[in-house]
DNA sequence: CGGGATCCTTACTGATACTG
DNA sequence: CAGTATCAGTAAGGATCCCG
């Protein structure tokens, strides 16, 4: 993060670029649905509803809607019986994976910061 | 981030660490007001009102209790005429630095992806 | 300047039921 | 199984005014 003597007039580039990542991975869910994904590499939706602890299936639903119109995520309808959807990140989502794993490393930090 | 044969178990416990630091840090705004006062150091109120755009004082002030409830920023009333306010990191907020600037690559790369 | 209080609108969300 | 539809409650957020 070498930054030059820039800093000295303002960090509204870095600003702006965090509320970009922000406006399309904030929302209550979209970070542990892009995680439960990211860690079984391939994952129903049934699945990821019980990875997501608390979400409902509307919301999931919702949410996996606005990951694929945000090219993060494929949906992949599996010709089963009965049918299941399988979701994956693309390539574009994979490059989450550096945050994903920070978000989990501090999780655990904070969680032994806080319980002792 | 060498992950074990433990896989084929599941990966509850890096949800679980994902979700609490979202517990956190969720919310339309907290990473960018986190991101405000980290890129800067210090910064005052009006300060972080106008590097988080579109935030209203009513938000940012309810935002900035709840990160000082989480030991993640300090407050300091400085003694100036009229009054102002500093606000910075603590040792652990400053922690949440990688993912700050994770979030800013990444952001800044997503821009270019869908621009073009 | 840094908020707090009030009012009001919209967005988010859960529960439940239903369909291909 | 993987959603969709409807209903209704809660919470988030904005605008405005006020105060030390």
Not at 21 to 29: A, E, P, T, V
Not at 67 to 92: C, F, G, M
Not at 97 to 102: A, D, G, M, V, Y
Request: proline fraction near 2%.
């Amino acid at each position: 993060m070498s930054i030059p003597e820039a800093c000295l007039i303002g960090h509204k580039k870095e600003m702006r670029a965090v509320q970009d990542s922000m406006d399309i991975l904030s929302g209550k869910w979209k970070i542990a649905i892009i995680s439960s994904i990211c860690y079984y590499n391939k994952r129903r939706f049934s699945d990821i509803l019980k990875d997501v602890e608390g979400i409902s299936n509307r919301m999931l639903s919702k949410e996996l809607k606005e990951l694929e119109i945000n090219k993060l995520i494929n949906r992949t309808v599996l010709d089963t019986q009965p049918i299941s959807v399988q979701y994956e990140l693309t390539e574009h989502g994979l490059t989450l994976k550096t945050i994903i794993n920070n978000l989990t490393e501090w999780g655990i930090a904070h969680r032994k910061k806080i319980i002792g």
